[in-house]
Structures are given as C-alpha cells and as structure tokens.
C-alpha cells in the first residue's frame, strides 16, 4: 500500500469502473430485495447481475493470482466492496463465498484440490456459489471447544474411502444454493475421527442430501439467502478433506481473516449512505426554524464526528484487508481491529445521524434506518465481536512476547 494514502490510476480506474456497475445493476435491485417478501425469490432476483459481475471478472478479481484469478492488493479490495456495498452489502457477501470458502484451499489444498476446487469460480460464465459452513443453529462461538462441551456437532465418519457427513449449518450465505441442491462447493467445519477438520463437499455430493430446515428472514442484508440445512448423508471422498484431520480449528480462524477485514469496509459503506442522506437533511431542512439545521452547532458537531469517525474506519479497513490479504503476519491483528472497531463505530455513528435527522428518521421510507440495520449486523456476522472476535483480540494480547508496536511496524 502505498503510504501516501493516494489511489493509484489504476485504483482510481476500478473505482469507477465498480462504481458504474453498481449504479447500473445494483443500485434499483437493492430496491427490489427490500421489499420482496420471500427469502427465495427475493435472493434469485440477484442471479442476473450475479451473471454480469462474473462475465465482467469481478469474481475471478477475488481468486489470487498464484491460484488463477486476477486479484489485486487488500486496497483495491476495499474500494470494490465499498462501491458495491454502498448500494447492496448483500450482493457482494452472496457472491464473495470464495473468499472465505477457498482460503483453507489455498493455505493447504493439494495441487489436486487446488486445480478441482478453484475451477468453477475462474468461470467467465454462470453464478457459481462458494459457502463456509461454519455456524450451526445451536451456536459456533465454541466450535473449538473439546469434549465434554459438545463444540462442532456435525460428524465426519469414515466409510472407506469416504466420508459420511450428518448435521445442521445455519446462516452461511446460499448455502442451499440457487436451487436446492446446495452451492457448487462448500467447506464444512465437521468433527472427523481426529478432531475439528474441514472438508469439501462439492453440489455431486450435496444434491439429494441437504434439506432446508428454516430460511432466516433478515432485517437488512435481505438479499443473502440464509438458511438451517440438514446434511443428511453427505458422502464425500476422503481425499476432499483439506489438511489433515484436527487441523479444521486453525484452518478455519485463518478463513475469517480477510472477511473479518472486510467488515470494517462494509461499515464504512454504511457509514457513507446514512451520513449522505443526513448531511443533506441538515443542510436543506430547516425545521420551522430561521436557517438550515446544520447552523445548528449540536448538529454540525455530530455531522463532524461521524465524518472524522468513517475516515479512521476506512483507512483502517484498507490497512487491515493490505495486511490480512497481502499475507502480512500481523494480518489477523489489523483484522481484529478492522471487524471490532469498524462495524461497532458504524452503529454509532448511524445512531448518531438518526438523532440529526430526529423523527422523520423514524418510517421506514425514510432512507436512513435501513443503514442502521445493515450496520447492526457487523457486530455479529463474520464471528460476532462478544463471542467470538474480542476472544482473539484477548488471545493476541496474552501472548507471550506481545509487542503491541509491531503490528503497525513502529515496534
Ligand atoms: C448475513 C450473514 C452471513 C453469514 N455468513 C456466514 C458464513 O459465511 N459462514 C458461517 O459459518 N456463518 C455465517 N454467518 C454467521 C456468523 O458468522 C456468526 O458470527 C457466527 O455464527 C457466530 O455467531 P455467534 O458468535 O453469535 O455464535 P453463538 O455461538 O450463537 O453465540 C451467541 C452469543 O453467546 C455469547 N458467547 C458464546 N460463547 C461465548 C464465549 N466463549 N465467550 C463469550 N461469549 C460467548 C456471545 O455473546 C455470542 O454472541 C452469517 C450470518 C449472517 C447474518
């Protein structure tokens, strides 16, 4: 990154570039996903530009080169999901399932699993569909505790040269798929004979074995199709599972970094809409009064504070993703902060904005609460911060030999 700060040409380049699609393809779907009833319908109606992203290379933009994609740094990263999320953060968590899906591929994948998994999303045709079925409806905050505590329930047990896979994953985005029959791929955190494994279930697998228990009708982000599935008799050849068996708990924490990342980029996106919308009701809302409310010094000072606030929120956010995908081992930390701090000052801010606004705030038409509810999810999706996210932070911090210098490089 470079450390003027500026946007290269390039990055300047993308920006437009993902800024014109969204305004093109995203800005009236989001529209449309807002108001459309059905969990099911409602997350087909992003197919089509699901269709486009991918002819355009958008997706084959989140495989690593040395894997066959065209991804750029951590920068150009957050400036595409900034762009994108600004319209609909739903579409970009939908279509980026790679990013946390393939990443334990990477990290240990055979040449073998490597060249199989990747493929389909190095397609410049289609939807393809990656999910990380990590949470179970009865909790994940603990996947990693031993026994007696019931930790990860999903079993893997050998049959041969299989794997048997049984249990319920819950709110991991698509993971029945656009049909039914599960995504193209999807990496399960399961309990193997050896402990917490990940291994990878491919849509020959998943078809006639996944059962939707419940689809989750969300508040905000309403076009991720979550759902409860069953995996009722997974058969999934051994050779699909990725490391060795007990490596799951490590592989998995390592998946959520550059996501975790990415949160603190979905709150700025966030952030950016509420503040717009506020910003020109203080400057063009006089509220009975003689002047615009924004004359108001209790007004401007909050309009000041939330902008000082999502400028230290992006420039974090594009530090952290820098390091968490730029391989920088200090990457998890950046991360960390990135998800705790981002998506916990967007809830304030955009509470903050609301009061600005006062009461007209309050309907639903209104295009300010809707940021709100997408900003409340920060806090708990991607490893919520109480259960999950400030445990690693505590993690980091008793370390022995914890140099709270190093991560910035001032050590
Ligand atoms: C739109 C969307 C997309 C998502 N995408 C994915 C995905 O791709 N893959 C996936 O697997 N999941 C996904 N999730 C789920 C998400 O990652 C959750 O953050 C995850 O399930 C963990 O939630 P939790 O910490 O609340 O867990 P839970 O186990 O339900 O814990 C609930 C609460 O209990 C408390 N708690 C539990 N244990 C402890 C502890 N040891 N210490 C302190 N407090 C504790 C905390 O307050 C915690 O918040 C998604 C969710 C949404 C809404």
């Keep these: 990154m470079s450390v003027s700060f500026s946007l290269s040409p390039e990055q300047v380049g993308l920006k437009r570039a993902a800024r014109e699609f969204a305004e093109a393809n995203l800005r009236d779907l989001a529209e449309t996903v807002r108001t459309e009833p059905d969990p099911v319908r409602r997350a087909a109606l992003a197919r089509p530009a699901f269709e486009k992203a991918v002819a355009a290379g958008f997706l084959k933009g989140l495989i690593p080169v040395p894997f066959g994609g065209a991804a750029g740094g951590g920068v150009d990263a957050a400036i595409l ?17 790679p990013l946390i899906a393939l990443v334990p591929v990477y990290e240990v994948g055979t040449p073998g699993q490597i060249a199989r998994f990747v493929a389909p999303f190095l397609a410049d045709a289609g939807a393809p569909l990656a999910a990380m079925a990590y949470s179970e409806p009865g909790g994940s905050a603990n996947f990693d505790a031993p026994p007696p505590a019931e930790g990860t329930r999903t079993t893997a047990v050998p049959d041969g040269d299989h794997y048997v896979i049984n249990g319920h994953k819950a709110w991991a985005s698509h993971l029945p798929g656009w049909d039914g029959d599960g995504p193209d791929l999807m990496t399960i955190v399961c309990r193997a004979p050896g402990g917490v494994s990940l291994v990878v279930a491919e849509r020959e697998h998943l078809a006639g074995h996944l059962e939707v228990e419940e689809y989750h009708d969300l508040p905000a982000l309403r076009g991720c199709l979550t759902a409860t599935v069953r995996l009722v008799d997974v058969r999934v050849p051994r050779a699909n599972l990725l490391g060795r068996e007990g490596q799951g708990v490590e592989l998995c924490r390592n998946a959520f970094v550059g996501s975790g990342a990415s949160i603190g980029t979905f709150a700025v996106a966030a952030m950016r809409r509420a503040f717009e919308v506020a910003l020109r009701f203080a400057t ?19 309009l000041a504070d939330a ?13 952290a993703l820098d390091a968490a995908l730029g391989g920088d081992p200090h990457g ?42 997408e900003a ?21 911090l008793r370390t022995p030999g914890y140099d709270p210098l190093a991560a910035s490089g001032m050590a």
């Design 284 to 302: 063009t809302e006089k509220r009975g009064g003689a002047v615009p409310i924004v004359e108001h010094q209790s007004v401007a000072d909050v």
């Design 376 to 396: 409340l999810a920060y806090p708990v999706i991607e490893g919520s911060n109480t259960g999950v996210r400030r445990r690693q932070l505590q993690a980091l």
């Design 307 to 319: 902008k000082g606030r999502i400028e230290a929120v992006r420039l974090l956010s594009w530090r």
């Design 332 to 373: 998890p930390e950046w991360a960390l902060h990135a998800k705790v701090f981002g998506s916990e000052t967007a809830v304030d801010v955009i509470t903050e904005l609301v009061k600005v606004v006062g009461v007209s705030a309050y309907d639903t038409a209104f295009p300010l609460l809707r940021y709100l509810n």
């Design 81 to 97: 999901i900034e762009e994108w999320a600004a319209h609909s953060p739903d579409f970009v968590i939908s279509m980026a399932g």
